[in-house]
């Protein structure tokens, strides 16, 4: 059998595709048994272009055209339990219309694959990004990962089935990445070849759960009193040893694609001059363009501040963020994301970050920007003012007020 060693290349070749295309791309090699669809912006090219996939021959795969995004989930699911790799995804209160679907889902342990393309709640009417979607499954068992470029977000489809299928976790998995900034926008991205794939990511296998007229087993019975809470902490415990995957997972990837140009060095968050920072801004997903540009411009001007990208929101990297945030003096975080009547008013991100960093003695000083909802841009001078807050609450300024909102009209 050829080895990835033997291989002359991990990689097929480099195409010019929106975050959307590459997706699909991930998904094909990834081998996907069934598909389920009800698109709706903005994820709704990577079902148009998984369908001209398998209309080309291209793909082999069962695609099955939902009447509703509650009746997508459940055709995703069902697939997933009888032993099919299993995709699916959708955008805004589409997913938040298969909420039943999705929190059994977790629940019953399945390991499919989502791509939540981030967009605004409804009402009133949205396209652009906001993390409230994804975010709304943070407390039910499922991984969440954001993509921030489609690279990113190619490799997270192969990543994300490796983790949530493994036996020590099979918890689903939802890709989010940022509607219209990632969605829509194209970069050149290194597809990898089928070869190389099949060496990362074994088949799709659930074992003794699979739901089979063979395997006489209970699904989902009503339990109540008797059971719940045990089953609970199973799913807490599948939470827990999930990050020990992630770590092997990455390891793995490192081995087979890392020689070749795509390697991660911490598989929960990347860090952008960080080394000696003083103050640090922290985000998740597009934003992370412009505040690294905001980023230089400062260090240029002698500042020492640095950004760190969020990837893996649950579970979440707490004693990894404790390390990396635990040697500056102030932090600022970035929400697009909406918390109203949080402690503090802050926004999700910020009150886990806070929370986080809560047990530290000298824990940094942490303030919350909430800015970039609905799709609007955060620009870099935006992000030179968050710095530059941040960078006085990292020399003992605490602002009266913990959470400021940037971007806002006059």
Not at 47 to 64: H, K, T, V
Request: with cysteine; aromatic share 8%.
């Amino acid at each position: 059998m050829t080895t990835v060693a033997q291989l002359a290349s991990v990689w097929d070749r480099e195409l010019l595709l929106t975050g959307c295309q590459a997706v699909s791309h991930a998904v094909k090699l990834a081998d996907v048994d069934v598909i389920a669809a009800y698109p709706i912006r903005p994820y709704t090219e990577v079902m148009d272009q998984l369908s001209q996939l398998i209309a080309d021959g291209e793909l082999d795969a069962e695609y099955i055209i939902a009447d509703s995004e509650h009746s997508q989930f459940e055709i995703v699911k069902h697939a997933s339990s009888v032993g099919a790799r299993a995709f699916g995804g959708s955008s805004g209160t589409g997913w938040m219309y298969g909420m039943e679907a999705l929190v059994v889902t977790a629940t019953d342990r399945l390991p499919p694959l989502f791509l939540v393309g981030n967009r605004a709640l409804d009402d009133p009417g949205a396209f652009g990004v906001e993390h409230n979607d994804a975010m709304s499954i943070r407390d039910m068992g499922w991984l969440i990962c954001w993509a921030s470029t489609a690279q990113e977000a190619l490799e997270h489809v192969l990543i994300g089935y490796r983790i949530a299928e493994d036996k020590r976790v099979r918890m689903p998995m939802a890709l989010a990445m940022d509607g219209g900034f990632l969605t829509h926008a194209q970069h050149m991205v290194k597809v990898p070849t089928l070869e190389a794939v099949k060496e990362f990511l074994p088949p799709y296998d659930l074992g003794d759960r699979v739901l089979h007229p063979d395997n006489p087993i209970s699904v989902a019975p009503q339990v109540n009193e008797d059971w719940v809470i045990e089953l609970r902490r199973q799913n807490w415990e599948a939470a827990r040893r999930a990050r020990k995957v992630i770590k092997e997972a990455y390891q793995e990837f490192n081995g087979i694609f890392g020689s070749h140009g795509s390697e991660y060095d911490n598989p929960y968050f990347s860090e952008f001059m960080t080394e000696d920072a003083e103050a640090v801004l922290i985000g998740i997903g597009a934003v992370c363009m412009p505040t690294r540009t905001a980023a230089r411009r400062l260090r240029e001007k002698g500042h020492k501040v640095g950004y760190v990208n969020l990837r893996w929101f649950r579970p979440f990297p707490t004693e990894e963020l404790r390390a990396c945030l635990g040697r500056v003096k102030g932090v600022g975080v970035i929400d697009r994301d909406f918390s109203h009547g949080s402690p503090d008013d802050g926004g999700i991100l910020m009150n886990d970050v806070r929370s986080c960093l809560y047990p530290l003695r000298d824990r940094p000083n942490v303030i919350n920007f909430m800015g970039g909802l609905g799709g609007r841009d955060i620009s870099i001078d935006e992000c030179i003012n968050m710095y530059e807050r941040t960078l006085e609450v990292a020399r003992g300024h605490v602002p009266a007020e913990l959470v400021s909102w940037t971007g806002l009209r006059e």
